[in-house]
Nanobody
């Protein structure tokens, strides 16, 4: 069983900063891509940023230059540093990870989601 647990959300004024963390736990062989998605009320879930196992990153255009994704492979943790926050960044932020776990016939890869953490940016 694999778990992703997010932390670091909260209420912040426009222009402020927050740092989200997401730690993976369980019987893990390896973690491939990790990422952050967000879902605002009445909208579809959207990609915010991803980071591959080798460290390459992808960002949504709306957050480029303001958000930075990073990971600590020793801690099975991914971070999202969010600066210059805007009211339109308000959403529930979800962690996502492709994780390989041991299996009776070898190993298997699964896509996993965290429970989400609320980020609210006031104007």
């Amino acid at each position: 069983q694999v778990q992703l647990v997010e932390s670091g959300g909260g209420l912040v004024q426009a222009g402020g900063s927050l740092r989200l963390s997401c730690a993976a736990s369980g019987n893990i062989f390896s973690i491939n891509a990790m990422g952050w998605y967000r879902q605002a009320p009445g909208k579809q879930r959207e990609l915010v940023a991803t980071i591959a196992g080798g460290g390459s990153t992808i960002y949504a255009d709306s957050v480029k230059g303001r958000f930075t994704i990073s990971r600590d492979n020793a801690k099975n943790t991914v971070y999202l540093q969010m600066n210059s926050l805007k009211p339109e960044d308000t959403a529930v932020y979800y962690c996502n990870a492709d994780i390989t776990t041991p299996y009776s016939l070898g190993s298997r890869l699964s896509n996993n989601w965290g429970q989400g953490t609320q980020v609210t940016v006031s104007s």
